[in-house]
T-cell receptor, first 115, second 110 residues
């Protein structure tokens, strides 16, 4: 199994809603990542989990809350988002955080629209 | 600041031609480089990685790395309209996360 699975594929939420994005991988990877991507821009790193512990938080607003329940799962909890948070949210995984030659495997992403 | 620079394009090539995509990087400690292809509205897909100086070929794709010049390139031979996408160059250094360039938009004209 060489996939990273993200759900849902599309999400529309109001500014007062609470929702969660989910990501799952069964490749035995020990590092998982959340990226945010706006149109015509490269992916922008949000969080890095290494061995189920948060190792990097790129000064992301607290309305985004990551969670890594186990080595295969990564969640992103959303609360009180703003319309400018609308973007493609990408989950990725890799063998180890930052090392190795194999790069990251990306999920298909969640297209989030905040209304 | 570790940076990866790419020309944003668009780069237009006729069908059947060779497309040449280029990337420079600022961190001499960077060890590995990756080329991702991203279709509009889709997620990035890894198409090549390279970590040794020289060329690496895979089908119609050739990645080239020159560490002395801090330069990475991707050649796509016999370009097809289906190759039209944004190509992201990314570098890996030590324990820091992947650093992406801004991407080059490639358009292959039939």
């Amino acid at each position: 199994d060489t996939e990273v699975t993200q759900t849902p594929k599309h999400l529309v939420m109001g500014m007062t809603n609470k929702k969660s994005l989910k990501c799952e991988q069964h490749m035995g990877h020990r590092a998982m990542y959340w990226y945010k991507q706006k149109a015509k821009k490269p992916p922008e790193l949000m969080f890095v989990y290494s061995y189920e512990k948060l190792s990097i938080n790129e000064s992301v607003p607290s309305r985004f809350s990551p969670e890594c329940p186990n080595s295969s799962l990564l969640n992103l909890h959303l609360h009180a988002l703003q319309p400018e948070d609308s973007a493609l949210y990408l989950c990725a995984s890799s063998h180890e955080a930052g090392t190795g030659i194999y790069g990251y495997t990306f999920g298909s992403g969640t297209r989030l629209t905040v209304v | 600041q570790k940076e990866v620079e790419q020309n944003s394009g668009p780069l237009s090539v006729p069908e059947g031609a060779i497309a040449s995509l280029n990337c420079t990087y600022s961190d001499r400690g960077s060890q590995s480089f990756f080329w991702y292809r991203q279709y509009s509205g889709k997620s990035p897909e890894l198409i090549m990685f390279i970590y040794s100086n020289g060329d690496k070929e895979d089908g119609r794709f050739t990645a080239q790395l020159n560490k002395a010049s801090q330069y990475v390139s991707l050649l796509i031979r016999d370009s097809q309209p289906s190759d039209s996408a944004t190509y992201l160059c990314a570098g890996l250094s030590g324990n820091t996360p992947l650093v992406f360039g801004k991407g080059t938009r490639l358009s292959v004209i039939a």
